[in-house]
């Protein structure tokens, strides 16, 4: 499995849920977090988002 | 016993490393973790070197680590699980064929990324499940060794007692693991003071009052400097007093006063120390024959005595020999046994119990046979208690004795013992007697003397030998006897 490298779509399927998990993780931190978490993990969620946009049009354009 | 060490476990601190390259979700983990010391890696080199060198209880693993990453994660596992850390894979990617080769590799859980609020939790709980299972099992394979299902149970039982302040009373023979299981009590207490052990048998009253109290610089002779007692050594801690029968009368009384009021003077001293300790005793003999002879304090038995706990002798759970011999050689060299090797082991009485099965493993690490004939066994069984040197030739009791009446007492009665079981031996005769134990007549009929023993001339007719009884009323003087050739008779 590490010998060879993933097809290009198990790859995007990983990629993706892995952010999908972190930002859907980050929204249960946003609840309870002080403002200067919040301004913290907004940012980084931000930041996920754009990666996420990245790799899908990464993956469109090897296609 | 499970929910001891689940107390215990859910207290701990847990050092854990987090291996994620994902910036937002360590924000994520490190939020989840917290209450914990948690390490993070970004990369597979971060991790390799953290897990080779951090003292980790467990790991999260991400399986991709970087864009281009080619689940370098999964090759963190066979690392981690070799430096004994409960290792956990995450991943946004659980299909069958990860989860499969994850848990090849050795991984203890798997878990989907996407609910951290539940996962975590769930995870560090199946954690702690697992460390108190092996916790418990440890303890009979590493602490305390036996497979005898009764003494496990007294084990735990004492266990499940050991966070509180109940003093516990140890009852055993010699060599069955008395202190080794007040030293277990101890470590399960979760006292912040140390283990202190006396053993009272080994000291002189006036030895024994220094030792316990501390004495104050000028007490007496010798006293060149001030010394803390083992109370106050013993302070939030565990005193454990190994051999308590053999305490004098008035130092029953001053421990007493000092375990009850938790102060007390060191010898020399004006100024009264604090201490407060709990008290674990041990003692082969029987406490209540010692009561009724006066020789134990009802009251300090009753303070001593909270909780007693009896240990079976090795000879009463032999299934435990083998498991013990691989116990003490588990560093070293291993053993190997025939089976008539393994019958000799388990048909032995092992009166010095656990000490005495120690002794005969080390002798045969020591040994160069490849595979431990039964014949070695034997020989080496029969050599111990000489081998042992001086003190292994003196028992606990006599050791008691001779600190109560005195050496010269002690010597008398050691060699009556030895005399009254030779002549026993022969048929009460003298000469024989004489001849094995290589002795003069006069040591004979001196010990005959203190014996009480009526002596009689040989009878030619054996049938009118009178049978062995004892008669303190019938000594007979023993003045001038040339027994040398004569074939006496002794009626003990």
Redesign the interface.
């Known amino acids: 499995m590490t010998d060879n490298q993933p097809e290009p779509l198990e790859q995007l399927i990983h990629d993706v849920n892995s952010k999908c998990a972190s930002l859907k993780s980050a929204v249960q931190l946003l609840r309870n977090a002080s403002d200067d978490e919040r301004r913290e993990l907004l940012e980084l969620m931000a930041q996920q988002a754009e990666a996420l946009v990245k790799i899908i049009v990464e993956y469109k354009n090897q296609q | 016993m499970w929910y001891l060490f689940a107390k215990v476990v859910s207290m701990t601190k847990l050092k854990i490393l987090a291996i994620e390259d994902?910036?937002?979700?360590r924000?994520?983990m490190a939020?989840?973790l917290a209450g914990h010391t948690v390490d993070f890696a970004e990369n597979a080199v971060s991790a390799r070197k953290k897990l080779e060198t951090g003292n980790y209880d467990l790991c999260f693993i991400?399986?991709?680590l970087g864009?281009q990453d080619?689940?370098?994660g999964?090759?963190l596992i066979p690392l981690a699980c070799s430096k004994g850390i409960y290792s956990v894979v995450m991943?946004?990617?659980d299909s069958q064929?990860?989860i499969e080769?994850a848990h090849e590799l050795g991984c203890n859980d798997f878990y989907?990324?996407?609910?951290?609020?539940n996962n975590i939790g769930q995870v560090l709980a199946r954690f702690c499940r697992r460390k108190e299972k092996s916790k418990e099992e440890n303890v009979f394979k590493e602490h305390f060794v036996t497979e005898d299902p009764a003494t496990k149970a007294t084990i735990t039982e004492a266990l499940k007692y050991a966070p509180s302040d109940l003093p516990i009373l140890i009852l055993g023979p010699s060599g069955t693991g008395k202190t080794s299981l007040a030293r277990l009590i101890h470590d399960f207490s979760r006292r912040k003071g140390e283990f202190v052990a006396i053993n009272c048998a080994a000291h002189t009253e006036e030895l024994l009052e220094a030792e316990l109290f501390g004495y104050k610089k000028g007490a007496f002779t010798g006293a060149n400097e001030t010394r803390k007692g083992k109370l106050l050594l013993a302070n939030k801690g565990t005193l454990f007093l190994d051999e308590i029968g053999a305490m004098s009368l008035k130092m029953q009384t001053k421990l007493l006063k000092a375990i009850e009021e938790q102060t007390f003077y060191p010898v020399g001293s004006d100024a009264p120390e604090t201490s407060s300790f709990r008290v674990i005793s041990a003692t082969l003999e029987d406490l209540q024959s010692l009561i009724k002879e006066g020789r134990l304090r009802f009251d300090f038995f009753q303070r001593i005595h909270g909780l007693t706990i009896r240990l079976k002798p090795l000879s009463e759970r032999k299934d435990d020999i083998f498991p013990l011999i691989s116990f003490f050689t588990r560093q070293g060299r291993r053993l190997s046994f025939t089976q008539e090797a393994k019958t000799e082991l388990l048909g032995y009485n092992w009166p010095g119990s656990v000490r005495e099965l120690k002794k005969l493993a080390d002798l045969l690490v020591a040994g160069d046979e490849g595979r431990v004939q039964a014949d070695t066994v034997k020989r080496l069984l029969n050599s111990l208690r000489p081998e042992e040197g001086a003190s292994g030739f003196t028992t606990d009791e006599q050791y008691r004795f001779a600190l109560r009446q005195g050496l010269n007492e002690a010597i008398n009665r050691f060699i009556d013992g030895i005399i009254e079981k030779s002549l026993k031996a022969h048929n009460n005769r003298k000469y024989a007697t004489m001849r094995d134990l290589k002795i003069s007549s006069r040591m004979l009929y001196d010990s005959l003397r203190r014996l009480r023993v009526a002596l009689r001339p040989l009878r030619k007719n054996k049938k009118q030998t009178p049978a062995v009884s004892i008669n303190p009323a019938n000594i007979a003087p023993t003045s001038g006897s040339n027994d040398t050739k004569a074939e006496e008779k002794v009626v003990v």
């Open positions: 994902d910036q937002l979700f924000k994520v939020s989840q991400d399986l991709k864009d080619n689940y370098s999964l090759k991943s946004g990617h064929a990860f080769k989907a990324k996407g609910n951290e609020e």
